[in-house]
């Protein structure tokens, strides 16, 4: 599933989700009351998931990394480790939709691990909160995470541009569970 926010979205703001089936895709957009488009964005099953980087660094990183072109471009964010408790992790289930699959399944919901990862990018990159925005994020789920799984979220900065007066990293992100690629992600965030 890929996604792109199209405006700064906050918790309690009324949404209106359309998804729209094709032969092998969904077109996701979601629009404020006014009708404004905020999210637009795709998903599917199956094709080529990206290859998961190796773990380049076993540990948190001890400093964090300047929000610059210069203290990002290449940079290995580190790593953070957790334990996915699937009674404790997926207790915001119980507020979808009651034929939600997720609520059946029991397995780490792509949302859980994508806040993993911004506790990832929060504690390697010094991004001041008034500039901290998602512009998009793009996951790939590779195999199902069961409860009781020991969860170590890797990351690195892949890519840097800029769009008008802000500046953007690609953070990619991958989700080793029991010591096994199991989800990939790419953050798009304005860091300036």
């Not at 404790?88 to 939709?97: G, M, N, P, Q, S």
Request: charged share 25%; glycine share 10%; proline share 8%.
């Amino acid at each position: 599933m890929s996604l792109r926010y199209r405006q700064h979205l906050t918790a309690g703001r009324l949404l209106q989700l359309t998804v729209t089936h094709r032969p092998t895709t969904m077109a996701i957009e979601l629009h404020l009351p006014d009708g404004t488009l905020a999210v637009r964005g795709d998903a599917s099953v199956g094709g080529t998931p990206t290859a998961p980087f190796g773990p380049a660094l076993e540990r948190p990183r001890r400093e964090r990394l300047e929000a610059t072109p210069e203290g990002l471009a290449g940079r290995d964010l580190g790593a953070i480790e957790f334990d996915f408790d699937g009674e404790r992790d997926l207790a915001f289930l119980t507020r979808l939709d009651p034929d939600d699959p997720f609520r059946r399944l029991r397995v780490a919901h792509p949302a859980w691990l994508a806040g993993g990862v911004n506790a990832l990018i929060a504690q390697s990159v010094a991004i001041p909160p008034q500039r901290w925005k998602h512009a998009g994020t793009e996951v790939r789920s590779l195999r199902p995470i069961p409860p009781g799984a020991r969860i170590r979220l890797v990351g690195r900065v892949d890519r840097l541009f800029g769009g008008g007066s802000q500046r953007f990293a690609d953070i990619a992100a991958v989700a080793l569970a029991d010591g096994s690629p199991a989800m990939t992600f790419v953050c798009t965030t304005v860091y300036g």
